[in-house]
């Protein structure tokens, strides 16, 4: 495994200027090898990426064609660059369907990125399949989802098709299907509690309801779309002694009295996703299907609907969870929070929306590279959340210019200080970009607690130990401690940032932050990067980045 993780971290080395990025390497390794302990191998890889960054680019050259010359002879591939689709013969048509639950969030970016990747690659389609048909009582639909799950997309640069489908629109068509599986004896009405279907599934036990006729099941069919919730279920019959006790006569569709927003009490009779899906799949001319692995056995009743009526099979492609490092990713818990006002609104950075994110400041093609960077497989991926920030920071850094910020300032007095004029570079690039100018006197805004005894220094500016100025100069052997300051002015900004847990920052900005144009990223120095929302007659309210 260290050979391996060795090599892909001088590899991307190599590619980017001396410095690998763990994200990338994880998902090299993980595309090569099986690993089930994923805190094991990001701990390897970051003390493996710290070595390798130490080396020259020429002993990291060196290094890997000791290791696996083949990486080096490779040419160099477009960015992105996927594997070939299986069974490529007309035109490619893939389709997301996500369930309107709430709007997506940053783990349902990488299948979606990978979709809209093939379909470019190929030329092909892109449906977008809105899967609203009644869920669980804890997975209800939002209205909200209808509007945000679209312009997250489009957000994304994901190019799906402009008529969009509805499968609350198309009731009546799964309705019609059913009725065929029934007359072909392979589907059946069962009026057992939820209880005994589970027990008898475990068991693998047919119960008594399988043995209806044809005649009796098309009969209590008709009865379901009149009878009160939980009465009936519209059953399909498989193998009662297949392995897996959830493939055993899975429930097709159910009774449902909740509204639906868009159907409104149009309809009680509801299908389960993998009808709608089967149906669907084959009734648009959806040729390969990318989707989480954790859909395996929707998968597997999908192939068995298709077989029943002699439909021949899409492509079905799985791929492996990516989950962020201490980040609980939940739609249903976002709604709740959002429904209950803990959160602001579906923009809340809490959500991990695509919403959120995009008012954070975080660029649509970082959330892109960061996906890509995995590949498409069925791995399992645990990272940090840094990572993605890694890829962010690659493209804002050149254009965010710098200022000062100060949280909660506290006014001191330096003695003796001398009134200044200085010139700090407003971006590292400061020749081209220029400088702030600041007028300071002997007052000054600080957020740092003080130490008697500690010398101090204000960057760009002067050295002072218990209040009381020292030198100017910089004097390595002062061993100063840089802390940001402001000047007391009456110019200063009022400056709010709204914080990636919820909190909100409160505090001074240096002047020329009234410059900044809405959406802007800078970055406050020593706090981190931050994305200029809302400029208010006194105040300016950014959220924050990351560091």
Not at 97 to 111: C, F, K, M, V
Not at 201 to 209: D, F, P, Q, S, Y
Not at 323 to 338: D, H, N, P, T
Request: aromatic share 10%; hydrophobic share 35%.
């Amino acid at each position: 495994m260290e050979k391996i993780i060795l090599k892909y971290a001088l590899q991307n080395a190599i590619k980017y200027d001396g410095k690998a990025n763990p994200g990338s390497v994880i998902g090299k390794v993980l595309s090569e090898i099986q690993i089930t302990d994923k805190q094991s191998l990001i701990k390897k890889v970051n003390e493996i990426i710290s070595r390798v960054n130490k080396l020259t680019k020429d002993q990291q050259i060196n290094k890997l064609y000791e290791i696996d010359p083949s990486l080096l002879e490779k040419k160099k591939e477009e960015e992105h660059e996927l594997h070939d689709l299986p069974n490529i013969k007309d035109k490619v048509i893939l389709r997301l369907a996500p369930y309107p639950s709430g709007p997506l969030h940053i783990g349902n970016a990488r299948p979606y990125i990978l979709n809209d990747e093939y379909a470019k690659k190929y030329k092909g389609k892109l449906l977008l399949i809105i899967d609203d048909t009644i869920g669980s009582e804890e997975k209800d639909i939002s209205v909200d989802a209808y509007k945000l799950i679209p312009e997250g997309l489009q957000w994304l640069d994901i190019n799906f098709d402009k008529n969009i489908i509805y499968k609350s629109d198309r009731l009546e068509i799964y309705y019609k299907y059913a009725l065929d599986i029934i007359k072909k004896d392979l589907a059946y009405i069962c009026q057992c509690s939820p209880e005994t279907l589970r027990e008898n599934r475990v068991k693998g036990i047919a119960c008594n309801c399988r043995s209806h006729s044809i005649e009796d099941n098309l009969e209590l069919w008709q009865k379901m779309f009149k009878a009160k919730e939980g009465k009936y279920v519209l059953r399909i019959k498989t193998d009662m002694s297949h392995p897996n006790p959830a493939f055993r006569d899975r429930v097709l569709f159910r009774i449902s009295n909740r509204e639906h927003p868009k159907t409104h009490k149009k309809y009680r009779v509801w299908p389960l996703l993998e009808f709608s899906w089967a149906i669907d799949d084959h009734l648009l001319n959806v040729t390969h299907v990318i989707r989480g692995k954790e859909l395996m056995m929707e998968s597997e009743m999908e192939k068995y609907i298709w077989d029943i009526f002699g439909w021949e099979h899409p492509n079905l492609i799985h791929t492996g969870l990516l989950q962020l490092e201490g980040i609980k990713l939940s739609k249903s818990k976002s709604k709740k929070e959002v429904t209950s006002g803990k959160y602001f609104g579906w923009d809340d950075p809490r959500t991990w929306s695509l919403q959120s994110l995009k008012r954070r400041g975080i660029l649509p093609e970082a959330i892109r590279k960061f996906c890509l960077s995995f590949g498409l497989n069925q791995n399992e991926i645990t990272v940090p959340i840094e990572n993605l920030y890694h890829e962010n920071k690659k493209l804002i850094e050149k254009s965010s210019n710098r200022y000062f910020f100060i949280e909660n300032p506290k006014k001191i007095t330096i003695k003796n200080a001398p009134k200044m004029i200085a010139k700090v570079p407003i971006h590292p690039d400061f020749k081209k970009r220029g400088s702030r100018i600041f007028k300071t006197k002997n007052q000054f805004y600080i957020m740092d607690k003080l130490e008697k005894n500690k010398m101090y220094r204000f960057m760009h500016l002067f050295n002072f130990k218990n209040n009381e100025f020292i030198s100017k100069s910089m004097d390595k052997e002062l061993n100063a401690k840089l802390i940001h300051w402001l000047p007391v002015s009456k110019d200063l900004i009022k400056t709010e940032i709204i914080m990636p847990n919820g909190s909100i920052a409160k505090g001074l900005s240096e002047k020329d932050t009234k410059k900044i144009k809405v959406n802007n990223i800078i970055q406050f120095e020593r706090l981190g990067f931050c994305r200029l929302d809302k400029k208010e007659k006194n105040k300016l309210i950014f959220w924050y980045t990351h560091n």
